[in-house]
């Protein structure tokens, strides 16, 4: 399994942008825009709305033993309110 580090999106961008600046060529600088709008704004959008949502669980019984049944309860809460978490 590939593990992408998180600045490995803004490292492309910058090379890429490095090599438009650089190298010149229209097709270099479309591609460095088309890579901001595709990378770089969903990723602020999701680093953004993900701050606001608080994930929590809770087992019942605490406890237990082999073929017991547990309760398992998941909660997501989305504190910013409204429907779409940030827009």
């Known amino acids: 399994m590939i593990k992408f580090h998180r600045r490995a999106p803004l490292a ?18 479309s591609l460095f825009y088309l890579s901001i709008f595709l990378i770089l704004v969903p990723l602020a959008w999701l680093t953004l ?12 019984p605490d406890h237990g033993h082999v073929g017991d049944t547990l309760e398992v309860r998941y909660t997501l809460d989305n504190t910013r309110g409204g429907r779409f978490p940030f827009v």
């Open 49 to 60: 709305s993900l701050n606001r949502l608080r994930g929590s669980f809770e087992v019942t």
């Open 12 to 29: 492309a961008v910058g090379i890429l942008g490095f090599l438009a600046i650089t190298g010149g060529g229209r097709l270099l600088f």
